[in-house]
């Protein structure tokens, strides 16, 4: 009878002990963040933060984002932001190891988009570290100004672009004719890397010559290094493969420096490459740019440029062959530019792409459904006040694109790829930003656009996609097919 008494009080004291660290857990540890981060703004700016959670102490909330974005849910966590705190618009958290504010609202996002003088560049360090301190990313707003506007110059605007309508035409169509002649089926979306990578070294370095395909891959171990949830430089670890790949890219891209410095630009299509550009660009006093800078400047640009385009044109090419009506009405207009065509003209012109303004629809579409780019990052510079919250100086503000492409309010039925929406849509400013805005504005838009419009056209007109496993889950953050969309290209009859 004792022992019996004995043992129901152990069960009754490891029960005690189960709620009691529960209670600690949750109630103690959960607060800590709290405490530190929140507590020490002063009671004042304290209670004007928005509604929000700061998780857990260091990870933050790393880990409810991280299950989100595995769930294959990934917006089931700004939802369940709305849903504890009301649709604010605007949340406290803590993510990537940094006390942040996300906003989700067209509104505030413009703001913090546009205000350069509120908020600055708020990339993870580590993606600072791989790009390089003398990047776009790593200089001052009055640098990035001038910078940029030299750098874009190849690339702004349709008309800079008409002059490299042949070369993507070129690198479009050999690397159809090589994918219908493997003999299994290719990574449809490793392949696109390869074409938008290409395209960018051409258009940027003056030549893809030198630069092979494995440099590609080394842009892949970049990207996944730039947001890895442990970016530690440690033998094994992503971020040390990173830090290996940038090494390896900033040496084969200061040796095509060497050379082009005793070599004069002697392809008369092409007018000055970005290379060009920058090897005779000189800083604010007056000194010519060394090797160092121009290779993280160039490093950055074929960074942002190729992966976005190769994801969203992978995006677009199965949304369209999972919507045979919607792929009707692209191929439809596709034939009608080839039928209004004078015989005597090969290959596309500037003002057949201007033409295609169904596909312009299915690509923006495109872009607000599969949610890539998910965040834009940015600093406060001070406290700012917005909407009666503050946003304190220091903390991270984190634009994330996606709950704003997929509100409700502003799309209906978000999750519906419906081109059709955009016949009468004018977007309100700060509700389509998949290229960003202000003057941190994506230079590539346009780029982009035309390679997947050129692309498309051969591709609707003269072949048949056929994905291999279509129910492939997807990776996040960065959307895309698991098995990177294993496809088989054979060409219409
Ligand atoms: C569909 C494809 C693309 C998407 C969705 C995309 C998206 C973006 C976004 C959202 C930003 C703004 C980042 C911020 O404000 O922090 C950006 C910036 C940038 N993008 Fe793109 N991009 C694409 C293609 C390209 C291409 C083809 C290039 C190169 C030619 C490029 C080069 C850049 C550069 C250099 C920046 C930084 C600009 C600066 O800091 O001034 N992007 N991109």
Not at 221 to 231: E, R
Not at 306 to 313: F, K, L, M, P, R
Not at 324 to 338: D, F, G
Request: with cysteine.
């Amino acid at each position: 009878m004792t022992s019996k008494i004995v043992e129901l009080d152990s069960v009754w004291l490891i029960l005690a002990a189960v709620v009691g660290a529960y209670a600690f857990l949750f109630g103690f540890l959960k607060k800590i963040n709290e405490w530190y981060y929140v507590i020490r703004l002063g009671k004042k700016k304290h209670s004007s933060l928005p509604p929000g959670d700061m998780g857990w102490p260091f990870v933050g909330n790393m880990i409810s984002f991280l299950r989100a974005f595995r769930s294959q849910d990934p917006d089931s966590f700004i939802n369940n932001l709305v849903r504890r705190y009301g649709r604010t618009g605007i949340y406290k958290t803590s993510l990537f190891g940094n006390p942040s504010i996300i906003v989700c609202s067209p509104e505030l996002s413009r703001k913090v988009l546009m205000e350069d003088e509120l908020f600055v560049f708020g990339y993870p360090s580590s993606l600072t570290k791989l790009l390089g301190k003398k990047s776009l990313h790593g200089i001052s707003n009055s640098e990035h100004r001038r910078l940029r506007k030299l750098l874009v110059a190849p690339i702004n605007g349709h008309e800079a672009l008409s002059v490299y309508i042949g070369y993507i035409e070129d690198i479009v169509i050999s690397s159809l004719e090589e994918w219908v002649h493997n003999s299994s089926p290719i990574e449809f979306l490793t392949e696109w890397k390869k074409i938008s990578f290409n395209v960018i070294t051409k258009i940027f370095m003056g030549s893809a010559d030198s630069f092979s395909e494995s440099m590609a891959e080394h842009y892949g171990l970049i990207l996944q290094g730039a947001f890895s949830p442990l970016p530690i430089n440690v033998p094994g670890f992503t971020f040390r493969r990173a830090l290996e790949a940038r090494k390896i890219l900033v040496s084969a891209i200061e040796t095509h420096l060497d050379e082009r410095r005793c070599k004069k630009v002697d392809d008369p299509k092409i007018k000055k490459g970005m290379i060009d550009l920058l090897l005779e660009a000189k800083d604010e006093d007056g000194e010519k740019l060394e090797n160092e800078q121009i290779a993280n400047l160039l490093l950055g640009f074929l960074f942002a440029g190729h992966e976005t385009t190769a994801h969203i044109a992978s995006w677009l090419t199965i949304y369209l062959h999972d919507h045979p009506e919607i792929l009707r009405k692209a191929k439809e207009e596709q034939e009608e530019i080839v039928k209004r065509r004078p015989s005597s003209q090969k290959g596309l012109t500037l003002n057949e792409i201007r033409q295609m303004e169904y596909l312009s629809k299915v690509i923006d579409e495109t872009m607000r459904l599969c949610g890539f780019p998910l965040l834009i990052f940015r600093k406060a510079k001070d406290d700012v006040e917005v909407n009666g919250y503050i946003i304190p100086k220091g903390w991270k503000v984190l634009v994330w694109n996606r709950g704003i492409h997929k509100h409700s309010e502003i799309y209906p039925n978000p999750n519906e790829f419906l081109p059709s929406r955009w016949d009468n849509l004018k977007p309100k400013a700060g509700s389509f930003i998949p290229f960003g805005a202000g003057s941190r504005t994506c230079p590539g838009a346009d780029l982009s656009k035309i390679e997947m419009s050129i692309f498309m056209h051969y591709f609707l007109l003269n072949y048949r996609f056929e994905r291999i496993n279509p129910r492939s889950p997807v990776r996040f953050p960065s959307p895309s097919p698991k098995d990177n969309c294993v496809a088989r290209i054979t060409k219409l009859p």
